[in-house]
């Protein structure tokens, strides 16, 4: 088991006195432990995991925090780390926290990017060369760019930097020892805002499909629920002439009547798992209920 130590020190007017609202310590130092996990499980895999002890305090003219990190990932994965000087979890330490080592690391990239979207990533070996939308460009490690895409790390992070809302507290500096690797101020508290989730198409495709009506909706731009045969959907029309012929009064429904349509089905990765839109793009056929026994014709 390694160990390695790091600091965090918060400063402003507010902490002229030495002290700090335990109600804004202690949710920032939960969510800087919980992004130096999520970062341990992103880089090493899901059975890693980094501990985050409090050490001691200290008091240097404003209100800082001796903290410990701990972890049990694998001899052989800090060996990765350790490059020419040998430094193995404290290398790691840095990209975890995304300080000054390793091109930067993941909060001095978000410093460097200050709320640019990055138009395109080139890769040269492990190393990865962001480059904004003004063609500024900055070179990063592979694993400080897996960092900055990990939501999970990201919203930790974010949540890590919540003081920085408070009236009085200027900046938070992380660093090893006594140095000071970075610093965050009040002023570029909105670059490390996570963006919003951005839902990713897993499969769209179009099918002939039977509906029978569980509930019509003649609202403009409601869906209508129907019934597949094994659970009702929400489903939009887009057959326009369709559409008219029921708001002309063209069409009637009875209970138990289907509907053969040409839908297109599509399929969503969200945060809350996977979602799927059925959109009818052709009423085909609408097939009425029977209201008379089909006999044999003489």
């Not at 490059?83 to 290398?91: I, P, S, V």
């Not at 962001?130 to 930790?156: A, G, S, V």
């Not at 006594?178 to 670059?191: A, F, H, I, L």
Request: proline share 2%; with cysteine.
């Amino acid at each position: 088991m390694s160990t390695e130590h790091f600091r965090i020190t918060y400063d402003g007017p507010a902490l002229d006195t030495h002290e700090m609202d335990v109600r804004d310590l202690a949710p920032a130092l939960l969510s800087l432990a919980d992004a130096c996990d999520a970062a341990s499980q992103a880089l090493f895999g899901p059975k890693s995991k980094m501990v985050v002890n409090v050490k001691a305090s200290f008091k240097t003219g404003s209100f800082g925090v001796d903290l410990t990190l701990t972890s049990g990932v694998l001899q052989s994965t800090i060996d990765w780390f350790a490059g020419k000087d040998g430094q193995g979890l404290a290398n790691a330490t840095a990209v975890l926290l995304g300080l000054g080592a390793f091109g930067g690391g993941a909060i001095a990239a978000l410093k460097w990017l200050r709320g640019r979207k990055i138009h395109r990533i080139d890769i040269h070996g492990n190393k990865r060369i962001l480059i904004t939308e003004d063609e500024d460009q900055l070179e990063i490690e592979e694993y400080t760019l897996i960092l900055l895409q990990h939501r999970e790390f990201r919203e930790k992070l974010e949540k890590a930097l919540d003081p920085l809302n408070c009236d009085g507290i200027e900046t938070i500096a992380l660093g090893r020892d006594e140095s000071v690797d970075v610093t965050v101020s009040k002023k570029e508290r909105g670059y490390f805002v996570t963006p919003p989730a951005t839902d990713e198409i897993l499969f769209s495709e179009e099918r002939t499909q039977a509906f029978s009506i569980a509930n019509l909706a003649f609202q403009e731009g409601n869906k209508w629920r129907l019934y597949d045969g094994q659970a009702t959907v929400f489903v939009s029309i887009e057959d326009t002439e369709f559409l008219l012929r029921v708001n002309s009064d063209k069409e009637s429904f009875a209970k138990s009547d289907v509907l053969i349509c040409r839908v297109r089905v599509t399929q969503w990765q969200t945060d809350a798992g996977v979602k799927t839109d059925y959109a009818v793009l052709k009423v085909l056929e609408h097939k009425t209920h029977a209201t008379q026994l089909k006999l044999p014709t003489v």
